[in-house]
């Protein structure tokens, strides 16, 4: 399946180079928006008449938001506000400082076209990627399981229930885990561990998702940084 891609700013999944981009075709009916920016990029298209719904799929690149931020009004909405049954969600999992893994989280509206919806996943999987296909939920599959987790971990830490070193270490051999939660925000940055929390937080009013103190303070600390 033969793709082009449309840039909006510095793509999260993939900012350097990869097979999947270099593969891209500027003459491919199919449509990837990629960056910080790809939503609006796609509603400029969207509502300026580009036919969206003639492409074999069109794929948008997600931060921690939703699909539907993006195409629930579009031209091409279904009765119950979701996106055309061609237009997909994508973002290529990473936490915080690490590089991008091989993991792509898939969104899909509520009314999926399921021709579509193969060839969006076979092109991902043609760049060796593995592909879950998730519906249409801020933070997507990974985030909404393991924030409350790291969430939990770090609040155990302030409440004294044992040592960092001590907490990894039982989880890493309790439960098999290749790395402790602790050790892992620590090394990937415990501001951008805040800065996902927050966004959920928001999002689904959940306190499971409100950012552990120890993600503030490194949170504010960054800022401070930067200043």
Do not use: W
Not at 73 to 87: R, S
Not at 170 to 189: C, F, N, Q
């Amino acid at each position: 399946m033969t793709y082009r891609i449309i840039r909006a700013g510095q793509s999260r999944s993939f900012p350097e180079s990869h097979a999947f981009t270099d593969a891209a075709r500027d003459d491919a009916a199919a449509r990837i928006y990629m960056g910080v920016d790809a939503g609006p990029a796609f509603m400029r298209d969207a509502s300026g008449g580009g036919q969206m719904g003639d492409a074999p799929f069109v794929a948008i690149e997600l931060g921690h938001e939703c699909l539907a931020d993006y195409t629930g009004d579009c031209a091409h909405a279904d009765l119950e506000g979701g996106a055309a049954p061609n237009v997909f969600g994508f973002a290529r999992f990473k936490l915080g400082d690490s590089a991008p893994g091989n993991l792509i989280e898939l969104v899909k509206p509520a009314q999926a076209n399921a021709a579509a919806l193969e060839r969006a996943k076979a092109a991902f999987e043609a760049a060796g990627f593995v592909v879950a296909v998730c519906g249409d939920f801020p933070g997507r599959i990974v985030d909404r399981l393991v924030r409350p987790y790291y969430n939990a971990a770090l609040r155990r830490l302030d409440e004294k229930l044992a040592s960092a070193t001590d907490l990894d270490m039982t989880l890493r051999l309790g439960l098999g885990y290749p790395e402790g939660p602790i050790a892992l925000l620590e090394r990937t940055g415990l501001q951008h561990h805040y800065e996902v929390t927050q966004s959920l937080y928001e999002a689904l009013g959940d306190t499971a998702y409100a950012p552990a103190r120890r993600a503030q303070v490194a949170y504010r600390r960054a800022k401070e940084k930067a200043q």
